[in-house]
């Protein structure tokens, strides 16, 4: 049985240059979700969230195996991080971050696999909603290092890059987690920074 990597499917997307900002356009996907708010490295609302993204991300792959025949890897955590601006962000206020926490889903997925996939995950996910991002026109860079050391890249992007090349905010700031920061050092972690835009 193949086994389809929704990552390796769209580099564009998954692998941008660390070196300089690149525009992309990012089609529909569908996700799981949940929402919360506060500080992603004490809140105890974001730990649960990330466990019942997972619970439930692996049990609608299994059941995709045995009611479709379809396997995957499962894609990698990603984060929407909401506010009235970037500041709070920029300025590491963590107690006022609000956020989206997302995993990728197939297109195939029907809602039988989904229902057999929310019987059968080991814990409850009555959180998880479905969610589907049509973000478009989007600038993107790979941030290499731990999440803490963001900041100064994200300020570029928002005070620098955008309003010289014409563009605005059209959307909340998009993070995609590409190492599990339980395994890796916060030094060699990969998180694309992505936002969408619209031209002005």
């Given at each position: 049985?193949?086994?389809?990597?929704?990552?390796?499917?769209?580099?564009?997307?998954?692998?941008?240059?660390?070196r300089?900002?690149?525009?992309?356009?990012?089609?529909?996907?569908?996700?799981?979700?949940?929402?919360?708010?506060?500080?992603?490295?004490?809140?105890?609302?974001?730990?649960?969230?990330?466990?019942?993204?997972?619970?439930?991300?692996?049990?609608?792959?299994?059941a995709?195996?045995?009611?479709?025949?379809?396997?995957?890897?499962?894609?990698?955590?990603?984060?929407?991080?909401?506010?009235?601006?970037?500041?709070?962000?920029?300025?590491?206020?963590?107690?006022?971050?609000?956020?989206?926490?997302?995993?990728?889903?197939?297109?195939?997925?029907?809602?039988?696999?989904?229902?057999?996939?929310?019987?059968?995950?080991?814990?409850?996910?009555?959180?998880?909603?479905?969610?589907?991002?049509?973000?478009?026109?989007?600038?993107?860079?790979?941030?290499?290092?731990?999440?803490?050391?963001?900041a100064?890249?994200?300020a570029?992007?928002?005070?620098?890059?955008?309003?010289?090349?014409?563009?605005?905010?059209?959307?909340?700031?998009?993070?995609?987690?590409?190492?599990?920061?339980?395994?890796?050092?916060?030094?060699?972690?990969?998180?694309?920074?992505?936002?969408?835009?619209?031209?002005?």
């Amino acid at each position: 049985m193949e086994k389809v990597d929704l990552r390796r499917a769209s580099p564009e997307l998954y692998a941008p240059s660390a070196r300089r900002f690149g525009v992309v356009e990012v089609p529909r996907f569908e996700f799981l979700a949940v929402d919360g708010r506060g500080d992603p490295d004490t809140s105890p609302e974001y730990a649960d969230a990330v466990a019942e993204l997972y619970a439930l991300s692996y049990a609608a792959k299994f059941a995709s195996k045995r009611m479709l025949e379809r396997d995957y890897v499962v894609a990698p955590l990603e984060g929407l991080w909401l506010g009235d601006s970037p500041e709070p962000f920029v300025a590491g206020r963590r107690a006022d971050w609000r956020w989206m926490m997302l995993i990728r889903q197939p297109d195939w997925l029907t809602e039988e696999v989904r229902g057999e996939a929310r019987a059968r995950a080991k814990r409850d996910v009555s959180a998880v909603r479905e969610a589907t991002l049509a973000e478009g026109l989007s600038v993107q860079i790979l941030h290499v290092g731990g999440y803490d050391e963001e900041a100064p890249t994200i300020a570029r992007l928002h005070d620098e890059f955008l309003p010289q090349n014409g563009y605005a905010e059209n959307g909340p700031h998009h993070e995609i987690y590409l190492g599990d920061p339980r395994r890796v050092a916060p030094e060699k972690l990969r998180t694309v920074l992505r936002q969408p835009v619209r031209p002005v």
